[in-house]
């Protein structure tokens, strides 16, 4: 709608924007997130907006921050251009100062940011080993769904599987393949020593949740 034209308008533009950014109530209503007794005033370089599961982002950074950031475009309200002392558009920080941002053919790769943020996660994606079982129907779609074509048959690593089970690598948050890998319980089993052991310990919590 408006948020999605306005934003479009300032990437063309090369300049910064300020909005609110608003969450639910209980009423099921929506209100800008506050700063003391006033809404906070949030303050973006906007360079890409993406969708990820039916849902609008808008990617860019923070002014005076070295990573990028990430927000919903349907939380986003009061979306306006900011402006200098003297009235103009104030221009926005270089993409160049990105480094993911960039890559080797010289186009950005929305879909390869997406896979390797997973649930719009900001942790550091890593290159990370999922075993699948080979009579899962469908098991290539669930993982094209979620990663795109960024993924890839571990040969080395399914000849030292039990018969079977194959192994794809993804690049992806860690701290996200976690939730990701509970969600698909059923389907997959990650063979990363540092999510395991993160995935063990949720599900320690959950069984202390519900196991009474």
């Given at each position: 709608?408006q948020?999605?034209?306005?934003?479009?308008?300032?990437?063309?533009?090369?300049?910064?924007?300020?909005?609110?950014?608003?969450e639910y109530?209980?009423?099921?209503?929506?209100?800008?997130?506050?700063?003391?007794d006033?809404?906070?005033?949030?303050?973006?370089?906007?360079?890409?907006?993406?969708v990820?599961?039916?849902?609008?982002?808008?990617?860019?950074?923070?002014?005076?921050?070295?990573?990028?950031?990430?927000?919903?475009?349907d939380?986003?309200?009061?979306?306006?251009?900011?402006?200098?002392?003297?009235?103009?558009?104030?221009?926005?920080?270089?993409?160049?100062?990105?480094?993911?941002?960039?890559s080797?053919?010289?186009?950005?790769?929305?879909?390869?940011?997406m896979?390797e943020h997973l649930?719009?996660?900001?942790?550091?994606p890593?290159?990370?080993?999922?075993?699948?079982?080979?009579?899962k129907?469908?098991?290539?779609t669930?993982?094209?769904?979620?990663?795109?074509?960024?993924?890839?048959?571990?040969?080395?690593?399914?000849?030292?599987?039990?018969?079977?089970?194959e192994?794809?690598?993804?690049?992806?948050?860690?701290?996200?393949?976690?939730?990701?890998?509970m969600?698909?319980?059923?389907?997959?089993?990650?063979?990363?020593?540092?999510?395991?052991?993160?995935?063990?310990?949720?599900?320690?919590?959950?069984?202390e949740?519900?196991?009474?």
């Amino acid at each position: 709608g408006q948020n999605l034209s306005t934003i479009q308008q300032a990437i063309s533009d090369g300049v910064q924007i300020r909005f609110a950014f608003c969450e639910y109530t209980a009423d099921k209503t929506l209100i800008a997130r506050k700063y003391g007794d006033k809404d906070r005033e949030y303050r973006i370089s906007p360079y890409y907006i993406v969708v990820y599961h039916d849902r609008y982002y808008l990617i860019g950074n923070v002014p005076g921050k070295k990573n990028l950031s990430f927000y919903r475009v349907d939380l986003m309200a009061d979306i306006q251009v900011r402006m200098d002392q003297r009235g103009k558009p104030l221009k926005r920080e270089p993409m160049s100062k990105f480094q993911e941002l960039q890559s080797t053919s010289g186009q950005w790769d929305p879909v390869r940011y997406m896979s390797e943020h997973l649930y719009m996660a900001y942790d550091e994606p890593r290159r990370i080993s999922i075993k699948i079982p080979t009579d899962k129907v469908g098991r290539y779609t669930i993982i094209h769904d979620w990663f795109g074509d960024h993924f890839e048959l571990n040969k080395a690593a399914t000849s030292k599987c039990e018969e079977g089970y194959e192994v794809v690598d993804v690049v992806t948050s860690p701290d996200m393949l976690v939730h990701w890998a509970m969600q698909y319980s059923d389907f997959c089993e990650i063979l990363d020593k540092g999510v395991r052991k993160k995935i063990r310990e949720e599900l320690e919590k959950m069984g202390e949740k519900y196991g009474k």
